[in-house]
């Protein structure tokens, strides 16, 4: 198991900008496999994007080319957000595979693992709030 702590959430209008952190308490290089998700009110949990050790990523179609998932040192992964829509509102979720077979098994950056089962620990959640 690893801790993990988001930050960085707030409350922006549309087309505004934000960037969320997240660390954990382990090196990444050792789990291989980090994402993000979201969950809005009353639904179910989102896949937002995967990042790995390599710093190699993919997105859902919703954010592409709106947010950018970033490894910024060894315990810290970071999601800039820019073009924010009401539909962006959520709370954020960090999320990590602390076994590693995620990332050994090659299987990161896949649509394979873009599951929340597929991560086994998870931070509190950072909200987001985005209004017109």
């Known amino acids: 198991q690893v801790d993990l702590v988001e930050s960085g959430g707030g409350s922006v209008q549309v087309g505004g900008s934000l960037t969320l952190s997240c660390v954990a308490s382990k090196h990444i290089n050792s789990m291989g496999c980090m994402a993000w998700f979201r969950q809005a009110a009353g639904k179910d949990r989102e896949w937002v994007a995967n990042?790995?050790?390599?710093?190699?990523a993919i997105y859902a179609d919703s954010v592409k080319g709106r947010f950018t998932v970033s490894l910024d040192n060894a315990v810290r992964l970071t999601l800039q957000m820019f073009s924010l829509e009401v539909e962006d509102t959520a709370m954020y979720y960090c999320?990590?595979?602390?076994?590693?077979?995620?990332?050994?098994?090659?299987?990161?950056?896949?649509?394979?693992?873009?599951?929340?089962?597929?991560?086994?620990?998870w931070g509190r959640g950072t909200q987001v709030t985005v209004s017109s």
């Open positions: 990042i790995d050790s390599d710093g190699d």
């Open positions: 999320a990590a595979d602390p076994s590693g077979h995620l990332f050994s098994g090659g299987y990161c950056t896949t649509d394979m693992a873009t599951g929340p089962r597929n991560f086994a620990s």
